[in-house]
């Protein structure tokens, strides 16, 4: 089978990309690098599966050969990213998600729009299933981000309904794990890299809000399980365990061993207060439920930073030879 990543050398693409490669798959993955890092897919170039190809879905989206599967994953997705690319942001969600649908068309290949439990905004109904409408600001600042993903899924199921594209939606809930930016701005990363420094962890408001945090690799799982299937969604994939940010904050404390305290600051516009996936129908449709015990994923993500920052002083860079390999897309 052959799959085309957009966003591929993003948080989430480029573990898809290597999940895929390690399935047997041939993987082409898109990016235009925007958020995401060549360094996401070092181990991946040069096998004889995986190609990748900078260009952005917004403008283009142009493969030769079969396709089976599109997964469309091209976004900005942590808060600052999509508070600091606005535009971009929309832009991909729409004009980028037309293109990838338009691929998925003309290839006959399956579709999959990796949308957000930021469909569901500041949620009055907790926790959330698939069949609740969401409480979305269009005009605050997260607006970009929730009404592009929103917009994405009308977009998919016109596709579904007007071309008959074999199209899947999964809406994913806070995930974590190795490869995220230690400086993307989300909560996890922010409290396991000042926690390492010894500098204060920054909790918003008072911590009491909540958040349902998943291990990469189960969310992956569940993702492919939707992709391989032939549900339309949309699909919750995330894990329902639910944990104020006090509490996140405290926990990553004691399990780096660090004497940092935490610090409270102000709390981001239209953050939502409760975040937690009803996963019966990922449960009853796919047959998936998280794995991973929280405890374990974040020593393993802790792990996986605490090498990054010793890594980054002796890391080599990019050999000339491997930036034009990855320029060129061959
Ligand atoms: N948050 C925090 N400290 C930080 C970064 C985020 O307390 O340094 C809070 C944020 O206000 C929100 C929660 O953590 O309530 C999750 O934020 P994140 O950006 O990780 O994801 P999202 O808001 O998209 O769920």
Known sequence: MRAVVTGGAGFLGSHLCERLIARGDEVLALDNLSTGSVDNLAHLIGHDRFRFVRVDVTDYVHVVGDVDLVLHFASPASPIDYLALPIQTLKVGSIGTF???????????????????????????????????????????????????????????AYRQTHGVDTGIVRIFNTFGPRMRPNDGRAIPNFIRQALAGEPVTVAGDGTQTRSICYVDDLVTGILALADSEHAGPVNVGNPHEISMDALARWIIEL???????????????????????????????GWSPQVEIEDALRRTIAWFREQRDARFDAPPLSPDATAHILAGS
């Not at 069949?131 to 605050?140: C, D, F, I, L, Q």
């Not at 996963?279 to 796919?286: G, I």
């Open 256 to 286: 780096t061993g660090s004497s940092s305290r935490v610090e409270y600051i102000a709390r981001p516009v239209d953050d939502p207060t409760v975040r937690q996936p009803d996963t019966t129908l990922a449960r009853e449709l796919l």
């Open 99 to 157: 293109h990838a649908l338009g691929l998925a068309k003309e290839k006959k290949a399956r579709f999959l729009l990796a949308s957000t439990s930021e469909v569901y905004g500041d949620p009055e109904v907790h926790p959330q299933p698939e069949s609740y409408w969401g409480h979305v600001n269009p005009v605050g600042p997260r607006g970009v981000y929730d009404e592009a993903k929103r917009f994405a899924e009308a977009a998919t199921l």
